[in-house]
């Protein structure tokens, strides 16, 4: 039986739409990939309200920032390799540093960006953005999360970075398991007590699925879906810590500075005696290739979480 | 400088290398299932031009510190630098059919760390030029002879980064450099001037202290002429400006936006082999 497949960037297309309809100071901008980032969406609806900034991702952020000093709340898309490092002192300055207003919000994140190739595959961008003071950090992991991470972004305060990947995903939760969500607090998505998944983005699903491959073993996972990575639940990781005695962290990023490293430096600090591994992208760029290869290739797909999952407990 | 002489033979000869190279590329298109068919298109007379007429370099001496360098700063364009480095013996050209999987060499964008051949890592739209400049400079200091030749794409320009790049290459009157714009007139949202408006290029260009020359992008005898009327230009650096379009060679994917970043499926992959047959025969028989 097939999973139900979504395009979390149609979510977010769609979700700025409805927002723009309630927040009529909602505007948008885009730097030449709207139909990749889908804010072509909103573009058709609110035409006065979207912005075409060109391939100049440095001025359309710092552009968003004005806008947002006069009242607006600016949504400003790109793929996120050119949302946060092309653009980081732009970022650093004018939303940052002003607490600005600023929703950035990335598409194509990740290595599941696939065929591109390295320069296309971000998997820094949680780690920047995690450094910079005021600013809050998500990477939802299906559609339906996509949505209410997008409606969260509108309505609250600040600058905020969200980033989702190119490809269609699992749909994960149905709309009614998300009326609670809120900014900082990750989600018990599937509880177990041998080991914890901490995952976000795309890798929430692959967790899913080596939960059920252990489950054959015997082993019983808990998966928690932490989509913000910045505030950070300290309280649930801590939790976990101390009821699975285990924590496996996976995230579409570097093992350096993203999902991994929030959850290790907690973890240090306390001094718990919590067996740990991160899995990420391994300090290395990666390459072309489908998807499912390079998951496998670079050890991210379920069989190999549930692999290190085995090695970890035992 | 020492001027090739060309005749309508050597023409020819570069014209049905240019059909073969389009062919390599939709080829590597079809069987990758993505990238860039527009901008590799647009951008093949004048590759063609450079590495098999113009520009000095040998393929089995990549390292050459004398060489003719060419940057592709619109790294999408990668399909079409790939296919002429093969062709002119940089690397197999069985490896053309690894473009875009995963263990194989061609990456989607150029990287110069693993491809002989590949000067400048790019995909990241706007460095190419900036890049360029590094690569002039260090000709002057070293008093090198060596030309350098950058690719930008018209939506390209609408980066930052690329007038600072102009600022300095005129400031330091880099008469070694010489860019190449695809003036094709798209990017992916639309029409350049509907995104933002570039319009007057000459102009901007000239302002900006540039030699600008405006040609015909698709015919090599024109190409030619231009490159070497900007090498023998002194103490600024050359624009040409190659009025292209995008998709060429291909009738349905001509001027079509919708062919920037899809690639063709079975049935259009055996349309444009046809329209490239027809094309070839017509001119081997010229
Ligand atoms: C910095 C950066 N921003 C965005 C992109 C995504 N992108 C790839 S190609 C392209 C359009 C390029 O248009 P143009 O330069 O006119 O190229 P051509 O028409 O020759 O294909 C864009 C926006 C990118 N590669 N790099
Ligand atoms: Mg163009």
Redesign the pocket.
């Known amino acids: 039986m097939g999973k139900e497949m979504v395009n979390p960037r149609s979510a977010y297309g769609e979700t700025l739409i409805e927002l723009g309809k309630k927040h009529p100071n909602l505007v948008v901008l885009d730097?030449?990939?709207s139909k990749?980032t889908k804010t072509i969406l909103f573009a058709k609806k609110y035409p006065e309200r979207f912005f075409e900034m060109g391939?100049a991702?440095a001025n359309m952020i710092s552009t968003a920032a004005g806008l947002a000093s006069c009242g607006k709340i600016p949504f400003v898309s790109?793929?996120a390799?050119?949302a946060t490092g092309?653009v980081y002192d732009q970022i650093r300055m004018d939303v940052a540093y002003s607490n600005a207003n600023v929703k950035i919000f990335a598409t194509h994140g990740g290595i599941s960006v696939g065929k591109d190739g390295a320069?296309?595959q971000m998997t820094e961008d949680l780690a920047l953005m995690r450094v910079l003071p005021n600013m809050t950090v998500f990477a939802p992991s299906d559609a339906t999360q996509t949505r209410r991470i997008v409606e969260l972004m509108a309505t609250n305060k600040g600058p905020m970075y969200a980033r989702i990947g190119r490809a269609s995903t699992p749909l994960i939760y149905k709309k009614e398991e998300l009326k609670d969500i809120s900014i900082g607090k990750g989600m018990i998505t599937k509880d177990g007590e041998d080991v914890s998944f901490i995952a976000c983005g795309t890798m929430v699903d692959h967790v899913l699925d080596a939960r059920k491959i252990l489950s054959k073993e015997g082993i019983n996972a808990r998966v928690i879906d932490m989509h913000t990575i910045k505030p950070i639940d300290k309280k649930l990781v801590l939790k976990c810590a101390k009821e699975t005695n285990a924590i496996l962290t996976a995230e579409e990023h570097s093992i350096i500075g993203g999902l991994g490293g929030a959850v290790s430096e907690i973890l240090a600090e306390e001094g718990l005696p919590c067996r740990f591994r991160r899995m990420g992208v391994k300090d290395i760029f990666c390459e072309s290739g489908e998807p499912a290869d390079l998951f496998e290739k670079y050890g991210l797909n379920a069989k190999h979480i549930a692999k290190v999952a085995n090695e970890l407990i035992r | 400088m020492i001027l090739k002489p060309y005749d309508d033979e050597v023409i020819k000869k570069l014209n049905v290398t240019a059909v073969k190279i389009r062919k390599h590329v939709i080829e590597m298109l079809y069987r990758a299932k993505s990238g860039?068919p527009?901008?590799?298109l647009?951008?093949v007379d004048a590759i063609v031009a450079l590495y098999f007429h113009h520009m000095r370099h040998n393929p089995k001496k990549p390292e050459d510190p004398n060489r003719d360098r060419f940057i592709l700063s619109?790294?999408?364009?990668a399909p079409t630098l790939y296919a002429v480095l093969a062709e002119c013996g940089y690397f197999d050209v069985k490896e053309l059919k690894g473009l875009r999987e995963v263990n194989c060499m061609l990456q989607g964008?150029p990287v110069s760390l693993y491809v002989p051949g590949v000067e400048a890592s790019t995909?990241?739209?706007?460095?190419g030029l900036s890049f360029a400049n590094g690569v002039a400079l260090a000709g002057k200091a070293d008093d090198k002879k060596y030309n350098v030749y950058v690719m930008?794409?018209?939506?390209?320009?609408?980066?930052g980064q690329i007038w600072e790049a102009a600022a300095v290459a005129s400031h330091y009157k880099f008469d070694n450099l010489t860019a190449l714009l695809?003036r094709?007139?798209?990017?992916?949202?639309g029409n350049?001037e509907d995104v933002l408006r570039l319009e007057s290029v000459r102009d901007r260009w000239s302002s900006f202290g540039w030699h600008v020359i405006e040609i015909d992008g698709h015919d090599i005898g024109q190409i030619i002429d231009a490159l070497l009327k900007a090498d023998e230009h002194k103490n600024q650096p050359s624009m040409i400006i190659l009025n292209?379009v995008?998709g060429k060679g291909v009738s349905f994917m001509e001027n079509n936006v919708d062919f920037?970043?899809v690639p063709p499926n079975e049935m259009e992959y055996k349309l444009a082999m046809r329209e490239f047959d027809v094309l070839q025969r017509r001119l081997e028989a010229s």
């Open positions: 730097a030449d990939l990749s391939i991702e790109t793929f390799v050119f092309r320069s296309h | 860039h527009g901008g590799s647009s951008a619109k790294g999408h364009a964008h995909g990241s739209l706007g460095h930008l794409g018209d939506g390209e320009t609408d980066e695809d094709n007139f798209l990017q992916i949202d350049t292209t995008k920037h970043g």
